[in-house]
């Protein structure tokens, strides 16, 4: 898979991709992120990315040229193959694991990075696949949810990961949050982990586990918890739960 970030700081970008799991997932040739300067894509002598907005107001507006020529010039490198062209915008769809899922599966994914008020409308209407917000929020530029949506996206990228499996024991993948972990030390200034998880009794791990993923679904997440699927099996370990 190929994720271009297309940025006026390439500077801000460029040392998140090269560390842990992105750098691996590029060392194990599964993966390749390119930082893309979009002043490459201007014409003239300031190599200016912004202008006024028309109609006045305060701020200024990231003008549609580079970014056209720029989406343009990456997708002819990577051979017009099936890609998705993202802009990074609070006014676009919160980003969550489906999304990631869905972006997973194109061989090419440009994410756009805005600044000051941000891109103009013309790239969003014309150029893009998708707009994407990482949440209710204004952050001064579009390298972090860049950053945030690129790394969702890799870690489902086979080869990405050291260990697959724990990717199907992930947050959202069933609609659920993950169960708590521990490691050692077993009991550390007088706290203990669960008796359950020392026993060495796969079966009731696993009940357990089951349990505090329901647990925890219903009690911080009432939203997602509305939508679980309930196995007979799940209600007779919160029936259990709750009669202790
Ligand atoms: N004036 C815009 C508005 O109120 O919708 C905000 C522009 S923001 C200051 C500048 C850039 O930061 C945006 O173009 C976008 O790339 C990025 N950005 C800021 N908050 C974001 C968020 N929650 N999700 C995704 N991108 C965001």
Redesign the pocket.
Known sequence: MRIDIVTIFPEMVEPVVRCSMLARGQQAGVLQIHTVDLRQFTHDRHRTTDDAPFGGGA?MV?KPEPFFEAVEALREQAGWVPARIV??????RL?NQRMAVEFAQVPHLIL????????DERVCQYLATDE???????????EL?ALVIADAVARLVPGVLGNPESLQQDSFVDGLLAPPQYTRPAEYRGYRVPDVLLSGHHAQIARWRRLQRLLRTRERRPDLWQKVQLTPEDLKLLREAEEG
Request: one cysteine or more; proline letters at 7%.
């Open positions: 701020g990231m802009v990074t915008t609070p006014q676009g980003f756009l990075c805005g600044h000051y008020e941000g891109i994407v917000s990482i949440g209710d929020y204004v952050l001064t530029g579009g949810p």
